[in-house]
């Protein structure tokens, strides 16, 4: 039996990657998915959390300034986050962030990558992508473990690469951020539900 379009209900997340909030959302969106079959839809708009982890900073966690000391606040944060949203956490050799790598945009940009080149796979790699920071420690902001996760799931590393690298990623993703900017979706996950002409704004 064929959904009518019209009857769908579109569950748009403004999410990060990295963001630990957002991993604790995936059973959740598993869950409807699960429940409700083609008449849910899910989809993501890369928010973009940390551009430069010496610019940002978190003060309700103290998170931001030196690379290291967030390293070891976010480990703990995470940690405690886990306690509530039950996700998976590997707090031990976590070092996400460092002067080479201070930024959450390439995870962002990657999964424009991915996007581009085929919507499902993209969203597999989403989800791999949070797995590899939060439940493996990995250093996920980094070239070499964006494409070995990239081959994980199936992209073709060759078109990846090229539209990670060379501009068509980087431009889908500051359109993300100009649509985020739009709803004001300042905390993740934000998500924006549409059934029909209606949509509502639901803030975390």
């Known amino acids: 039996m064929t959904t009518n379009i019209n009857n769908i209900v579109e569950i748009i997340e403004?999410?990060?990657p990295v963001c630990t909030w957002c991993w604790g959302s995936e059973p959740v969106l598993r869950k409807?998915?699960?429940r409700f079959g083609e008449q849910v839809k899910i989809s993501f708009v890369?928010?973009?959390l940390v551009k430069d982890i010496t610019s940002f900073y978190d003060r309700y966690n103290d998170i931001g300034g030196d690379p290291v000391r967030s390293n070891t606040n976010i480990a703990k944060h995470?940690?405690?986050a886990s306690e509530r949203h039950g996700m998976p956490v590997q707090s031990e050799g976590f070092k996400l962030f460092s002067k080479e790598y201070p930024s959450t945009y390439p995870q962002?940009?990657?999964y424009k990558a991915a996007q581009i080149q085929d919507q499902a796979l993209a969203n597999r790699y989403l989800r791999r992508i949070r797995e590899a920071s939060a439940a493996e420690a990995k250093l996920t902001n980094t070239t070499e473990v964006l494409v070995e996760l990239a081959s994980?799931?199936?992209l073709d590393i060759a078109r990846f690469l090229e539209d990670f690298s060379h501009g068509?990623?980087?431009k889908a993703f500051e359109e993300d951020l100009a649509l985020t900017a739009h709803y004001q979706a300042h905390g993740?996950?934000?998500f924006l539900v549409r059934f029909g002409e209606k949509e509502t704004l639901l803030k975390i």
């Open 168 to 170: 068509a990623a980087q």
């Open 152 to 154: 994980e799931v199936g």
């Open 188 to 190: 993740y996950p934000t």
């Open 46 to 48: 890369m928010a973009g």
């Open 32 to 34: 409807l998915e699960a």
């Open 14 to 16: 403004f999410t990060d």
């Open 78 to 80: 995470w940690l405690e």
């Open 108 to 110: 962002n940009i990657a």
